[in-house]
């Protein structure tokens, strides 16, 4: 999965495959970010686009190979297995157009039984909330509390 308001650099999607590959109990892996409400975001070395490029590169030769147990894994990049999503099935659309979607569905991962897992090695920069600030404040704020209701329906309290 990759949303629209994110750039890639050399080298992201080869890296999670590789951590796919070499850990079947890994159910799902994502990158590192510029910018995410969790421990997936790190310091970053560029301010300018043009400057990406040069920073990813250096960044996942310095962390190549790391991953770290991550409890939610954004869905802005996630990469799995066809038998993880076979497994476990496609994202609840009661969440519509997103937001605890992701949550839910790393529950779902890990009720299977797999692993959860950040990549050092691979890096996405992420625009954060594109689509979202398309909407109102009022508007982005009702869904933000319509699906925080659904996910405590399905999975209890969230805590904050």
């Not at 159910?27 to 990406?52: F, H, M, Q, S």
């Not at 909330?129 to 999975?155: G, P, Q």
């Amino acid at each position: 999965m990759l949303n629209n308001d994110t750039v890639v650099t050399r080298g992201w999607l080869s890296a999670l495959v590789r951590h796919l590959s070499e850990n079947p109990s890994l159910g799902l892996v994502g990158p590192v970010t510029n910018a995410i409400a969790n421990e997936a975001r790190v310091e970053t070395g560029y301010r300018r686009l043009a400057d990406l490029s040069r920073w990813a590169a250096e960044w996942t030769r310095e962390h190549d190979g790391e991953t770290f147990e991550i409890a939610t894994l954004a869905f802005f990049c996630a990469a799995m297995r066809r038998e993880v999503f076979e497994s476990v099935g496609p994202l609840d659309e009661r969440f519509g157009i997103g937001m605890f979607e992701d949550g839910d569905y790393c529950r779902r991962v890990r009720a299977a039984g797999l692993e959860i897992r950040c990549a050092r090695d691979a890096f996405v920069h992420h625009w954060q909330m594109a689509s979202f600030r398309r909407m109102s404040r009022e508007a982005y704020l009702a869904l933000y509390e319509e699906n925080r209701r659904l996910f405590e329906e399905k999975w209890g309290q969230v805590s904050v």
